[in-house]
T-cell receptor, first 114, second 112 residues
Framework: EAQVTQNPRYLITVTGKKLTVTCSQN?????MSWYRQDPGLGLRQIYY???????DKGDVPEGYKVSRKEKRNFPLILESPSPNQTSLYFC?????????????FGPGTRLTVT | LAKTTQPISMDSYEGQEVNITCSHN???????ITWYQQFPSQGPRFIIQ???TKVTNEVASLFIPADRKSSTLSLPRVSLSDTAVYYC?????????????FGGGTRLMVKP
């Protein structure tokens, strides 16, 4: 089954404790992206990747890091989480260009930073 | 980067046609217009995409006027299960970079 998986689905952590949210897709997609969703703000892009070793900032990259060492994986790293990063996070992938091709979204990761 | 504006919410009744309009005044020549549907606690799901004129698939139609500064998602004969948030996305189609910005979404409530 074609899908995007994220882990963990739920995470409660404390300020400053490094964490990684994993994202994996099995569709051989070139394009992958991370979004955060907050009430009243819709979906905002954090980082995106056009292909392996190619990443770029989205609208709200501050406080986040990403890497794309393999085509299928695109982890999101919070080196020193803060309460303002409490949010619902979605990973997505698409064939090549996220604006031109359908994006497939993961189920989401709900992060709480205390 | 094209910004999008959508109504915050809309109400409808089962069996009616619903039209949701998205404004994107500074859309670029190569941008495509894509609509997504999102249910609570789920990731968005692709509905339809278009570049100009009209596109239709099994679930919706997308109308795009000649100037492309707006687009209208049309859902025929909605049911209760169409209650969701609908997002308009206008994205760059070039391969040099692809930062994407979703609109704020339109919360559609379908009533019996």
């Amino acid at each position: 089954e074609a899908q995007v998986t994220q882990n963990p689905r739920y995470l409660i952590t404390v300020t400053g404790k490094k964490l990684t949210v994993t994202c994996s897709q099995n569709m051989n997609h070139e394009y992958m992206s991370w979004y955060r969703q907050d009430p009243g703000l819709g979906l905002r892009q954090i980082y995106y990747s056009m292909n392996v070793e190619v990443t770029d900032k989205g609208d709200v990259p501050e406080g986040y890091k990403v890497s794309r060492k393999e085509k299928r994986n695109f982890p999101l790293i919070l080196e020193s989480p803060s309460p303002n990063q409490t949010s619902l996070y979605f990973c997505a992938s698409s064939l090549s260009n996220g604006g031109r091709h359908e994006q497939y979204f993961g189920p989401g990761t709900r992060l709480t930073v205390t | 980067l094209a910004k999008t504006t959508q109504p915050i919410s809309m109400d409808s009744y089962e069996g009616q046609e619903v039209n949701i309009t998205c404004s994107h005044n500074n859309i670029a020549t190569n941008d495509y217009i894509t609509w997504y549907q999102q249910f609570p606690s789920q990731g968005p799901r692709f509905i339809i995409q278009g570049y100009k004129t009209k596109v239709t698939n099994e679930v919706a139609s997308l109308f795009i006027p000649a100037d492309r500064k707006s687009s209208t998602l049309s859902l025929p004969r909605v049911s209760l299960s169409d209650t969701a948030v609908y997002y308009c996305l206008v994205g760059e189609a070039n391969n040099a970079g692809n930062m994407l910005t979703f609109g704020g979404g339109t919360r559609l409530m379908v009533k019996p």
